[in-house]
């Protein structure tokens, strides 16, 4: 079947490290992505990594895949108080059309 | 690059009524998605065009809501009638081709009463 779970919430102090971690239930998909949703606003694409790859950095995120467990995590280094919004983690499969299945979302609060 | 345009932000509507919202993707995007947000959930698909054409619509009450993207660019979500239960934030997106990252729009957050 086609899930994607993850945790509801997470508070981490600002200037400490955030992961979120994500687990997904079909082998076959080809995108793994990271959104970011702040009160209000639509969700803004972060960062994504192909299924074929174990790893991506950019500037303070870092993208874990692991495809033996189906579990991808979501690494905020310096986290900051504009960092607090809900984290929605999706994965592309490749079935008629290349569906998105979306997570239900992780709320972050980063405390002062 | 400007991005996903929608209107409105807000509409407040009774049941039973009708509502339009309307999408412009990002220019040369080739595939445009409609979702559904309740609160509290991820965006769950309603539909997705590539160019005018339909590519899933499994998830869309057919009986109530309607979908177009006749020139294959701007498109129209229509709720005739609506349901309380059809509150929530509908999310346009588009993609330059299938299976491509999507980028979002602001939303339209609907309020039945």
């Known amino acids: 079947g086609e899930d994607v779970e993850q945790s509801l919430f997470l508070s981490v102090r600002e200037g400490d490290s955030s992961v979120i971690n994500c687990t997904y239930t079909d082998s076959s998909s080809t995108y793994l992505y990271w959104y970011k949703q702040e009160p209000g606003a639509g969700l803004q694409l972060l960062t994504y990594i192909f299924s074929n790859m174990d790893m991506k950095q950019d500037q303070r995120l870092t993208v874990l895949l692991n495809k033996k467990d189906k579990h991808l995590s979501l690494r905020i280094a310096d986290t900051q108080t504009g960092d607090s919004a809900i984290y929605f983690c999706a994965e592309s499969l490749r079935t008629g059309g290349f569906k998105t299945i979306f997570g239900a979302g992780t709320r972050l609060f980063v405390k002062a | 690059e400007a991005g996903v345009a929608q209107s409105p932000r807000y509409k407040i509507i009774e049941k039973r009524q009708s509502v339009a919202f309307w999408c412009n993707p990002i220019s040369g995007h080739a595939t445009l998605y409609w979702y559904q947000q309740i609160l509290g959930q991820g965006p769950k698909l309603l539909i997705q065009?590539?160019?005018?054409?339909?590519?899933?619509d499994s998830q869309l009450p057919k009986d109530r809501f309607s979908a177009e993207r006749l020139k294959g660019v701007d498109s129209t979500l229509k709720i005739q009638p609506a349901k309380l239960e059809d509150s929530a934030v509908y999310l346009c997106a588009s993609s330059l081709d299938l299976g491509d990252p999507q980028h979002f729009g602001d939303g339209t957050r609907l309020s039945i009463l």
């Open positions: 065009f590539q160019n005018n054409g339909v590519v899933d």
